[in-house]
C-alpha cells in the first residue's frame, strides 16, 4: 500500500501501518490537525456548521496553506449534511480542499461504515464520495482506543500537531482535550487547541422530539426525555458552563487554548 496516495482504507491490527503514516506526516506537514468536536448526540446545528466553516475554520486552513503542507486526522462519525457533527465538518473540508490537504480518518472497527463488509475494506468519505485516507484498527487493542492514533505521543510532540474542537462536545471529545493534556506533559514545545464555540443542534434537538412523540416504549421515553435534559442542562457542551463560558480545568494545564466564538 501506498501511503501517498490520496485514499485507501486498510485495517491496522499491529499498528505498523499507522506508525508509516505517522511518519510520512511528520516529514512533510507544516500544520497537522486532529478534528475533534461534537458527535451525533449534541451535534451542529446546519447553520452553525455552515458559518463555522465558511467564516472560522476554511479561512484558517487556507492562511495555514501559505506555510506549506497541511494534514486533518479525525476519528468521528461519517458525514450526514442533514445531521451535522464532527463527521459532516470533516467532509466538507474534504470536499473543498480535494487533495491540497492530506485527509486522514482512523476508526475503531464497530464505528466503521462498512464493518459488514469486511474483510473488504473501503475508504470513508464525505457525503460527497471524496474519500479519506482511512485506517481502521480493531476495537479494546490498542490503549486509549482512537486516542492511541489521533493524539499518539508521537504526535503530541510534534511542534506542527494541533488539536480543533467544533461544536458543542460530548463525553468523548473531553476525555480527548484531558489527554492530549497529559501526554503533553513530557512533551516540548506549545501544545495548541483551537475551540470552536457553537450550541447544540436545533436539527437533532426536533428530532428527538419527533421519536418521543411516536414513542410508546416507557424506557425509551425515559431515555429520550433524559437526553433532552442532558442538552438542555449544557447547550453548549461539557467544554463549557450552562452560560457558555469556558471550563479552566486542570486537567488543561499543559494547553495552551483559544476559543473561537
Not at 497541511?70 to 445531521?83: K, R
Request: charged letters at 25%; glycine letters at 6%; proline letters at 5%.
Amino acid at each position: 500500500m501506498n501511503l501517498a496516495m490520496n485514499s485507501f482504507g486498510v485495517l491496522d491490527e499491529t499498528g505498523e501501518i499507522w506508525d508509516r503514516a505517522m511518519d510520512l506526516m511528520i516529514a512533510k506537514s507544516n500544520h497537522i490537525i486532529a478534528l475533534h468536536g461534537a458527535g451525533s448526540f449534541n451535534g451542529i446545528s446546519i447553520e452553525d456548521a455552515n458559518n463555522l466553516l465558511n467564516d472560522r475554520l476554511i479561512p484558517r486552513i487556507a492562511a495555514y496553506l501559505l506555510d506549506g503542507h497541511v494534514s486533518i486526522i479525525y476519528d468521528g462519525d461519517n458525514d450526514d449534511p442533514d445531521f451535522p457533527d464532527i463527521g459532516h465538518i470533516m467532509g466538507r473540508l474534504r470536499d473543498y480542499f480535494d487533495n491540497r490537504v492530506d485527509c486522514y480518518a482512523v476508526q475503531m472497527q464497530s464505528w466503521y461504515k462498512y464493518r459488514d463488509e469486511l474483510p473488504a475494506l473501503r475508504p470513508l468519505h464525505s457525503a460527497n464520495g471524496n474519500e479519506y485516507r482511512t485506517i481502521v484498527f480493531p476495537d479494546k487493542k490498542f490503549e486509549g482506543d482512537h486516542d492511541h492514533f489521533s493524539q499518539h505521543p508521537r504526535l503530541v510532540s510534534s511542534p506542527n500537531y494541533e488539536q480543533w474542537y467544533v461544536g458543542a462536545c460530548g463525553l468523548i471529545a473531553s476525555k480527548q482535550l484531558a489527554d492530549y493534556s497529559e501526554k503533553a506533559a513530557g512533551a516540548l514545545g506549545e501544545h495548541n487547541v483551537v475551540v470552536f464555540k457553537a450550541t447544540v443542534s436545533i436539527e437533532q434537538e426536533q428530532k428527538i422530539l419527533r421519536k418521543l412523540e411516536s414513542e410508546t416504549d416507557p424506557e425509551n421515553i425515559k431515555r429520550l426525555r433524559d437526553s433532552l435534559s442532558r442538552r438542555a442542562e449544557n447547550p453548549y457542551g461539557l467544554l463549557f458552563t450552562p452560560a457558555g463560558e469556558f471550563l479552566v480545568d486542570p486537567q488543561f494545564v499543559n494547553l495552551r487554548i483559544e476559543v473561537v466564538q
